[in-house]
T-cell receptor, first 114, second 112 residues
Framework: GAGVSQSPSNKVTEKGKDVELRCDPISGHTALYWYRQSLGQGLEFLIYFQGNSAPDKSGLPSDRFSAERTGGSVSTLTIQRTQQEDSAVYLC????????????FGPGTRLTVT | GNSVTQMEGPVTLSEEAFLTINCTYTATGYPSLFWYVQYPGEGLQLLLKATKADDKGSNKGFEATYRKETTSFHLEKGSVQVSDSAVYFCALSGLTNNDMRFGAGTRLTVKP
């Protein structure tokens, strides 16, 4: 079946602009995660959605970052007033949730802030 | 809190060499342990996992054994191929679904 998809695959934006990154999880997966992968770094957890529960936003680095998940499926990560340090690959993952912890990752969106 | 420490890269090997990438963890309770692989230009893929002590995960010739006594989950492969060139991430999952911790990743390059 279809895996996790993300769009766009690449985004170049000017400092100060807002950007929206989209994630389509695997159908039936109730859990959805956003991570940030900076050059040469590991994955930094940003936010987690599980079903209709309130999201875990503990990893968001500043109030310029927000995310929503509509209808328990598609998710959008929004970065307002982008800064150069926001340049990274943003990865989305989904899982079945519950007792299953295996996460399936999308190909990522490479964001470059100039 | 939970954390993962893995061997720093980059690692460069010749084809058919033996591979070890070290991974140790700190966790409360009994985490599940994972190795993910990221091929160039792609997202992370689960390579193998182990959910309890002494379990051995294996896939595509790679193996890792969950060692509780040494809090380790080292990745090994007896004979690497050029196609194994990728970044490898060790990860652990705690008691809740949002408690996944990843190591910094180890870049492996295999030369023919």
């Amino acid at each position: 079946g279809a895996g996790v998809s993300q769009s766009p695959s690449n985004k170049v934006t000017e400092k100060g602009k807002d950007v929206e990154l989209r994630c389509d999880p695997i159908s039936g997966h109730t859990a959805l995660y956003w991570y940030r992968q900076s050059l040469g770094q590991g994955l930094e957890f940003l936010i987690y959605f599980q079903g209709n529960s309130a999201p875990d936003k503990s990893g968001l680095p500043s109030d310029r970052f927000s995310a929503e998940r509509t209808g328990g499926s598609v998710s959008t990560l929004t970065i307002q007033r982008t800064q150069q340090e926001d340049s990274a690959v943003y990865l989305c993952a989904s899982s079945l949730g519950g007792s299953s912890h295996e996460q399936y990752f999308g190909p990522g969106t490479r964001l470059t802030v100039t | 809190g939970n954390s993962v420490t893995q061997m720093e890269g980059p690692v460069t090997l010749s084809e058919e060499a033996f591979l070890t990438i070290n991974c140790t963890y700190t966790a409360t309770g009994y985490p599940s342990l994972f190795w993910y692989v990221q091929y160039p230009g792609e997202g992370l893929q689960l390579l193998l996992k182990a959910t309890k002590a002494d379990d051995k995960g294996s896939n595509k010739g790679f193996e890792a054994t969950y060692r509780k006594e040494t809090t380790s989950f080292h990745l090994e492969k007896g004979s690497v191929q050029v196609s194994d060139s990728a970044v490898y991430f060790c990860a652990l999952s705690g008691l809740t679904n949002n408690d996944m911790r990843f190591g910094a990743g180890t870049r492996l390059t295999v030369k023919p």
